[in-house]
């Protein structure tokens, strides 16, 4: 079964804890978005990982050098994934690699903007990461004619370990899910709707029909 991800693109740690308290029950990973992390700092994911000790708290870095120093600094805070780009040098996964066996922690590489994700992703798997995340971030999925479809067929083929983020809602979470996933990222789709918690719950229902 996929784990549930809930990606918190909000920018204060208040309001981060308050949407994760009302969705918790229904999600493991808990992403703390790259914007939130900017803006309040590591101090938010050890706020979150003390209130949700139970759930996988996912720092987005979005790391592109210093791998190790970085991925060293979330997991001290309290994160148990961190991201590093797909487009990074070897060196800086590998890096952040290293912080996370030292920690016991896992890194999660972002493909967010990389031509050719599904290369990508079976390269970095090589180095010892978690999981990969196909990811079209928020800009590419405002562009005309974008599709989560890409992805899922992505996953369909890569033959290692992947997460699907990029606009998962509750009439493709489905699809995503038979894709064979590890993880299914939503952020939209659970805070920006009117009920977070009947969002989540919704979405879980859905995974597990699915599978």
Do not use: C
Request: no cysteine.
């Amino acid at each position: 079964m996929a784990k549930l991800q809930v990606a918190i693109d909000l920018l204060t740690t208040e309001e981060a804890l308050a949407l994760a308290a009302k969705v918790a029950p229904y999600v493991d990973i808990i992403e703390l978005g790259t914007p939130l992390i900017k803006n309040v700092g590591s101090s938010v994911i050890t706020a979150m990982k003390n209130a949700h000790p139970d759930k996988l708290v996912f720092a987005d870095l979005k790391t592109a050098d210093a791998g190790e120093l970085e991925a060293d600094i979330a997991f001290k805070a309290g994160a148990d994934l961190v991201t590093v780009m797909g487009a990074a040098g070897n060196a800086t996964i590998i890096g952040a690699v290293k912080a996370a066996k030292a920690h016991g922690k896992g890194v999660v590489v972002d493909t967010i903007g990389y031509p050719d994700r599904v290369k990508r992703a079976q390269e970095v798997t090589e180095l010892g990461v978690k999981f990969v995340e196909l990811h079209a971030g928020l800009d590419e999925q405002w562009t005309d004619g974008y599709s989560i479809q890409v992805l899922i067929d992505e996953a369909a083929r890569v033959g290692v370990p992947v997460s699907i983020a990029g606009g998962v809602n509750i009439n493709n979470v489905a699809a995503v899910v038979k894709s064979g996933v590890e993880v299914v990222v939503a952020g939209a789709a659970i805070y920006g709707a009117e009920d977070p918690a009947a969002a989540a719950k919704a979405l879980r229902e859905a995974m597990e029909a699915a599978v």
